[in-house]
């Protein structure tokens, strides 16, 4: 059975993302926070798991980290870990490309669709991003993809076969290579998409991350995977311009 993992830190006033989850998938959910967000959160909803992160100082990739390792140890073999700031949509038809905002129930059809894609054959699922959505030509389950703020894993292929916590930026597209590189394909949906509210929003990542550590960082990623992955300049009217990446 797969367990939902939602990361949070410094949000315990609002979590969007558990906002959007029905009752049944509520049940079988876990927030993992510094221990002195943990009691406030526990107060969202009784059916929650809250589990206190060892170091409350940990980037979200070292907090990744351990949850894979964790869960691994306590015998989950599929956990999705989703941010806690995501909306959810999906298509409105098959020949519109226009979506629409889903949650409960409607959403929960949608993840058990990730979990009964996930295993063994595709140790590494989740939803497709909304952004640049509007012009795939096809959607659907699409292999190899870009993963993005859900992160589905088959935990017995995952930890075994990735070394964990190479980088702190953009650690999920690292084990993407690396189990791509591996010979083991992903499934991303692309039907259905999720989004953030804004890159860098406060809480979560931000008290960590700054453009400097992510601009090495991207350029580090192109280390780990020569061949794979280059790097671009890119300007946002939202924010700072910074290094990306393209990955091949």
């Not at 059916?47 to 140890?73: C, G």
């Not at 659907?140 to 076969?161: A, C, D, F, H, N």
Request: net charge positive.
């Amino acid at each position: 059975m797969m367990r939902i993992i939602i990361p949070t830190r410094g949000r315990t006033n609002q979590q969007i993302t558990l906002q959007s989850l029905p009752s049944e998938w509520r049940e079988r959910t876990t927030i993992v926070c510094p221990k002195i967000e943990a009691f406030k959160l526990g107060g969202f909803d009784e059916r929650l798991e809250i589990v206190a992160q060892p170091d409350p100082d940990w980037t979200i990739a070292r907090k990744r980290k351990w949850i894979m390792e964790e869960w691994s140890r306590r015998g989950y073999e599929r956990i999705l870990m989703l941010d806690d700031d995501l909306s959810f949509a999906t298509r409105i038809g098959q020949s519109d490309w226009r979506l629409r905002e889903i949650r409960g129930e409607e959403l929960g059809a949608e993840i058990q669709r990730l979990e009964d894609k996930l295993g063994p054959e595709f140790p590494h699922v989740g939803f497709g991003p909304r952004q640049g959505n509007n012009n795939l030509k096809k959607v659907g389950w699409q292999t190899p993809s870009r993963m993005m703020y859900s992160l589905g894993y088959y935990l017995p292929i995952v930890v075994k076969e990735c070394e964990l916590g190479l980088i702190e930026t953009r650690e999920d597209m690292d084990l993407t290579l690396q189990l791509l590189r591996k010979g083991y394909p992903n499934a991303v949906w692309h039907t259905t998409v999720n989004d953030q509210r804004k890159f860098n929003a406060p809480g979560g990542a931000s008290h960590k991350r700054t453009i400097e550590s992510s601009n090495a960082d991207a350029y580090k990623l192109a280390r780990l995977h020569p061949g794979y992955v280059s790097t671009i300049e890119s300007s946002y009217k939202a924010s700072l311009p910074r290094i990306e990446v393209v990955c091949r």
